[in-house]
């Protein structure tokens, strides 16, 4: 609930931005607060009638691999995934395609995934160092500090292209393949107004990431900004849960047992047996990041609530692909590695292509020896490089484990194999070790391991060490699979999520009454004859706080002066819990709404401007309405600083 100083009826909101304060430099007269805070329920807001798809289509743009898959909204038990793709590698299943873009050397869309890995590999070294080739880009909007419509992306070949272009073209891909493969199945053009599109994105990004990806899709003409509604940004793991609650009891492994599960009747869901309050734990183990989330079923609906907010890192699979360039780096020589890269760029995705699949042959217990195959003209160029041989270099290196082959191949023990994976695995299970440790997670009934990377053997033996039996293990069939099939499922039923936490503390910047002692001096700002204190932050919601799906915060203000032709209301956001003003260290300015009242006249003796915050899907909708002549301004909350 609020505390009374957020009730005070003398604050009010200002302009305000930067520190020291912000709302002194700016001079706006400001707001000042009619009513107690009070939260809509979805029925007082009419609903606008629902668009009517036909189908939905849920894209997972994965880090390492992407794919779709979809449902038609009238047969929503039969999901279909994408159409198989042409040329796929040895030992890695095929209905997902790589996480790969060529452009042509004018920056113009090529192609994507297999198709441009095998066009690239195709090209003469002179030519294809003019071609940009982009692979496991998409680590870079979690990692981006102040990610904005702007950041660049580096193509193989050191060029740089922004990101919003590439995300949008590979979206636009994705639309074009899943139009086409309906309109096959109709028998006639699909028109792309009947789709509801899904794109699942990590938890733990941050809202400017999330919101990134709704601009890509917009750019690539998924939906158009008059029409949001028809685009849903979901969470990879709730989309994982949500499929991982309907498990038939032959669809998944108890890794307890190793075995399909047994001794339930095959139709049950989740034959795990899930019931009423049963709280799991959902570890989604992907390329680039890994997320964990923890959910709780409420019947009679089967709604899920999210119990803790979500929590990882980037500690996907390709954490074990950077391991093995270090160990390349110091058998080689980093200096050689990178003129390899850029010289030999084809080359390059080849032997990290070969690793791939031996990396999927890493087992607990393999006794034999993982050989992998270097690339002739990674030989060859070394030789010219240092003057001396690959083996050579191998001899001398003071690596061990890893030997030379006389078949031209590196031969690496499976030790030698299993260091590689080790900083990942156990970031991941730290994270799972203080997760657990949490008061908020107890009685974890089941563990669900989803996501490419839950398919090693490796990963799945080190959670099983750390629970010691606390909690099953579950592993869908279809492991790679799951995201997509759960965001498929979403897209069908958005309401099926009902209770979230809030990632971040929202409010706006409001002015106080000025109290001797409390609020501190270099704050004060006098207004005819007023004394206010500047810069107080009034927080609309907290982080960690559960929001429902869809809920609305509604404020009253009125403006301190009568006269004030446009009032400006600023939003801000922040990571703490606890915010006491706009300037405090972690808060930033994340929208504002600009309300024009000139020129109309308010019957009552102080005007009312309500400012409603509603917390949709990934994404926040801001309002102000002037209550006497119903003039209202909207915006979305932009989180990269347009």
């Known amino acids: 609930m609020m505390t009374e100083k957020e009730l005070e009826i003398d604050d009010i909101i200002t302009d305000a931005m930067a520190t020291p304060s912000p709302a002194k430099s700016m001079g706006d007269p400001g707001i000042t607060p009619l009513s107690p805070t009070h939260i809509l329920k979805d029925s007082e807001e009419n609903e606008p009638p629902r668009h009517h798809f036909v189908v939905v289509v849920a894209i997972d743009f994965g880090t390492t691999s992407s794919g779709y898959a979809y449902a038609f909204t009238k047969e929503p038990e039969c999901i279909h995934t994408m159409r198989r793709w042409e040329g796929g590698d040895p030992g890695v299943s095929n209905q997902k395609t790589p996480t790969t873009i060529l452009l042509t050397p004018d920056k113009k869309f090529h192609s994507f995934g297999y198709a441009a890995r095998d066009f690239y590999h195709d090209l003469d070294p002179s030519e294809s160092k003019q071609w940009l080739y982009l692979e496991k880009f998409k680590m870079k909007l979690h990692t981006t500090a102040n990610l904005s419509i702007d950041t660049d992306l580096h193509a193989a070949n050191g060029k740089k292209v922004k990101a919003l272009d590439i995300f949008a073209y590979a979206l636009a891909f994705f639309k074009e393949q899943a139009l086409k493969e309906l309109s096959d199945q109709a028998g006639a053009e699909f028109d792309n107004a009947d789709v509801r599109w899904v794109i699942t994105v990590?938890?733990?990004?941050?809202?400017?990431?999330?919101?990134?990806?709704?601009?890509?899709?917009?750019?690539?003409?998924?939906?158009?900004?008059?029409?949001?509604?028809?685009?849903?940004?979901?969470?990879?793991?709730?989309?994982?849960?949500?499929?991982?609650?309907?498990?038939?009891?032959?669809?998944?492994?108890?890794?307890?047992?190793?075995?399909?599960?047994?001794?339930?009747?095959?139709?049950?869901?989740?034959?795990?047996?899930?019931?009423?309050?049963?709280?799991?734990?959902?570890?989604?183990?992907?390329?680039g990041t890994v997320d964990l989330t923890v959910h709780q079923i409420r019947l009679p609906e089967g709604h899920l609530k999210e119990l803790y907010k979500a929590s990882g890192g980037p500690y996907g699979s390709i954490g074990i692909d950077y391991e093995f360039e270090k160990l390349l780096c110091k058998i080689f020589g980093q200096d050689f590695i990178d003129q390899f890269k850029i010289k030999r760029p084809a080359a390059w995705v080849d032997l990290m292509i070969a690793f791939e699949s031996r990396k999927r042959a890493a087992t607990p217990d393999r006794s034999n020896p993982l050989n992998i195959n270097l690339p002739f003209s990674f030989i060859d160029y070394y030789k010219k490089f240092r003057g001396h041989s690959v083996e050579h270099a191998l001899r001398k290196s003071n690596v061990d484990f890893v030997k030379w082959s006389s078949q031209g191949m590196l031969r690496m023990s499976p030790d030698a194999m299993n260091a590689l994976f080790k900083p990942t695995i156990d970031h991941i299970i730290q994270h799972l070790t203080e997760l657990f440790d949490r008061p908020e997670v107890t009685d974890i009934k089941f563990l669900f391991l989803v996501g490419g990377f839950a398919e090693s053997p490796l990963l799945q033996q080190a959670v099983q060490n750390m629970l010691q039996g606390r909690s099953r293990i579950i592993i869908p069939h279809d492991v790679g699979l799951t995201i997509l099939k759960g965001a498929v499922l979403f897209g069908l039923d958005p309401s099926i999520i009902k209770v979230r936490r809030s990632p971040l503390t929202y409010g706006v910047g409001v002015l106080n009454r000025f109290v001797e002692g409390k609020h501190p001096p270099e704050k004060m700002l006098v207004k005819d004859g007023m004394r206010w204190c500047t810069d107080v932050f009034d927080t609309f919601i907290s982080a960690d706080q559960s929001v429902a799906l869809g809920e609305t915060v509604k404020r009253s203000y009125t403006p301190a002066k009568p006269s004030q032709q446009v009032i400006v209301i600023h939003v801000y956001c922040s990571e703490k819990e606890s915010v006491t003003f706009i300037t405090d260290p972690g808060v930033r300015k994340c929208g504002s709404l600009k309300l024009d009242v000139s020129g109309t006249e308010s019957p009552a003796a102080r005007r009312e401007i309500q400012t409603l915050m509603q917390f949709g899907d990934t994404e926040i909708r801001a309002m102000a309405v002037d209550v006497a002549t119903s003039r209202t301004v909207k915006a979305s909350i932009d989180f990269l600083g347009q």
């Open 202 to 287: 990590p938890a733990i990004w941050k809202m400017p990431a999330k919101q990134f990806m709704r601009e890509a899709a917009y750019k690539a003409a998924l939906v158009t900004r008059d029409n949001p509604d028809q685009l849903i940004i979901a969470l990879e793991p709730e989309a994982a849960s949500i499929y991982c609650r309907k498990l038939r009891l032959h669809q998944m492994v108890d890794l307890g047992s190793k075995t399909a599960l047994n001794g339930y009747s095959p139709t049950d869901n989740a034959g795990v047996g899930m019931t009423q309050g049963d709280r799991y734990v959902v570890v989604d183990c992907g390329g």
